[in-house]
């Protein structure tokens, strides 16, 4: 059984940053491409970030410069790391498999206000 456990969240002013975590137990690791995603209240979930099998990166738009999506295959993680957090990324982040999701972790909840 496939589990995703993510972690780094909090509560973080503008301008700072956090680096999420997202440890995945019960399953092949490095085959598989990943993303980061999130969901703000009232939103749909949305890709903030993909990482591929080979280490090849993609961004949505509205993180692009700030936030840097890698992987560890030893330790089977994936890591967001996040800079110049503003308001707008408040939202409750997720990992998963980008091809055909597992089932959905608890997520870690990141809130930016000052």
């Known amino acids: 059984q496939v589990q995703l456990v993510e972690s780094g969240g909090g509560l973080v002013q503008p301008g700072g940053s956090l680096r999420l975590s997202c440890a995945v137990s019960?399953?092949?690791?490095?085959?598989?491409?990943m993303g980061w995603y999130r969901q703000a209240p009232g939103k749909e979930r949305e890709l903030v970030a993909g990482i591929t099998s080979g280490s090849s990166t993609n961004y949505a738009d509205s993180v692009k410069g700030r936030f840097t999506i890698s992987r560890d295959n030893a330790k089977k993680v994936v890591y967001l790391q996040m800079n110049s957090l503003n308001p707008g990324d408040t939202a409750v982040y997720y990992c998963?498999?980008?091809?055909?999701?597992?089932?959905w972790g608890q997520g870690t909840q990141v809130t930016v206000s000052s």
């Open positions: 019960g399953t092949f690791f490095s085959i598989y491409a």
């Open positions: 998963n498999r980008r091809q055909t999701a597992w089932s």
